[in-house]
């Protein structure tokens, strides 16, 4: 088993910058995949991005440029810095770990005002 824990949350402003934190723990394989989905209640979850364990990073479009994923391999966590934060950037943000299965955290709401 692997449990996520989300950190890092909040409400900011537009233009304004967040950072959320992810910590793996339980049964990980040093080999994964690591990354942020977020979820409009009525929408479907997008991906926002994702980190290999070997460093390979892909980021959706609307967030190029703005996020940045970064990962600790030995602390197994990831973390999301979010900069020029938009009002659709509003969500609740949710890290993922994927080796043969998914693993979830419990999610973060993010919210941007304008």
């Known amino acids: 088993q692997v449990q996520l824990v989300e950190s890092g949350g909040g409400l900011v402003q537009a233009g304004g910058s967040l950072r959320l934190s992810c910590a793996a723990s339980?049964?990980?394989?040093?080999?994964?995949?690591m990354g942020w989905y977020r979820r409009v209640p009525g929408k479907q979850r997008d991906l926002v991005a994702t980190?290999?364990?070997?460093?390979?990073?892909t980021y959706a479009d609307s967030v190029k440029g703005r996020f940045t994923i970064s990962r600790d391999n030995a602390k197994n966590t990831v973390d999301l810095q979010m900069n020029s934060l938009k009002p659709e950037d509003t969500a609740v943000y949710y890290c993922y770990l994927v080796h043969l299965m998914y693993y979830w955290g419990q999610g973060t709401q993010v919210t941007v005002s304008s």
């Open positions: 980190i290999s364990s070997g460093g390979s990073i």
């Open positions: 339980g049964s990980i394989f040093s080999t994964n995949i």
